[in-house]
């Protein structure tokens, strides 16, 4: 907290709206009533799950999201290549470009980077809660390791209501932007812009399958495995033979059946860095009103 408030005030910013929180389930009321009491600039401290809440509740208002990376992961900044140090993202957040995105609706709730049903839900379930809190990252290599054991499912999916995929299936992917967890690439030709969702079906499950798979992402091309199938649309319908956990941004949700997502075109502006943000040796411009 110290941190980003001596950053703040570095550049003239003594007194901003405040608010603290203990659990990322309390972010969505508190952003609301930023906006509410007159914040323009929201700036968001946290993993994760704090964004994907805050996101989803501010989605469509005019505001401008500041991500400052905290917690375990933070895919959005990774993705928009906001820095994980807390004074240049409080300099991007003031200075840096305002770019407007699209966000994914899956069920009815919003996600800026990813989300997924099956092999990658049930991973984040298994690092969630103490073991991230004690091992960070790697907490995700031995979910993802446990992970590879869960059946595979029938699915069936619709893509802009025409049929696509029927099979089985260990894990799906939809993706607003294309990078995850420590630096793999899932969707390279992602853009987070475009009106459309990337989507990938997995279909791997021996433990040597997922080695392959795992090579592909490592090297930026999984849409070339033929363990996967790829795609992109703007409306995406899943129907699973039986109730399975999907995610959100990192965030695990109860398991479902059926599940529908779209896409929410120029819902968020996201503070992103330029020339000026990304050099040491810049002006210091005054700050923007209504942080």
Not at 10 to 17: D, K, V
Not at 76 to 86: E, H, K, R, W
Request: charged share 20%; net charge positive; proline share 5%.
């Amino acid at each position: 907290m110290a941190e980003l408030r001596a950053s703040l005030a570095g550049y003239g910013i003594h007194a901003p709206l405040w608010h603290e929180m203990e659990k990322s389930r309390e972010a969505p009321a508190l952003a609301r009533q930023a906006i509410a009491d007159g914040a323009k600039l929201l700036f968001i401290w946290g993993g994760d799950g704090t964004v994907q809440r805050c996101l989803d509740a501010v989605a469509g208002q005019d505001v401008t999201l500041a991500i400052v990376p905290a917690g375990t992961a933070n895919l959005l900044a990774v993705n928009l290549g906001i820095p994980n140090d807390v004074p240049s993202a409080v300099r991007i957040g003031l200075f840096g470009d305002r770019r407007v995105l699209d966000v994914g609706v899956l069920n009815g709730k919003r996600f800026g980077v990813m989300a997924g049903v099956g092999f990658d839900a049930h991973m984040m379930q298994i690092a969630d809660g103490e073991l991230k809190d004690r091992y960070g990252q790697l907490a995700y290599v031995w979910a993802a390791i446990r992970s590879t054991r869960i059946p595979s499912r029938m699915v069936t999916i619709d893509i802009d209501g025409s049929a696509w995929f029927r099979g089985r299936a260990s894990g799906i992917l939809l993706g607003q932007m294309g990078t995850l967890t420590g630096g793999l690439v899932a969707f390279p030709d992602a853009s987070p812009d475009d009106g459309q969702l990337e989507v990938a079906v997995i279909m791997a499950e021996r433990a040597i399958e997922w080695v392959r798979i795992l090579v592909r992402l490592i090297v930026g091309h999984p849409e070339r495995s033929t363990l996967t199938r790829t795609t992109r649309g703007s409306t995406v319908d899943i129907t699973l033979d039986r109730s399975t956990p999907y995610e959100l941004d990192g965030g695990a949700r109860k398991p479902k059946k059926r599940l529908r997502a779209s896409v929410e075109t120029g819902a968020i502006t996201v503070s992103v860095p330029n020339a000026l943000t990304t050099s040491r040796r810049g002006v210091r411009p005054s700050p923007p009103p209504g942080h």
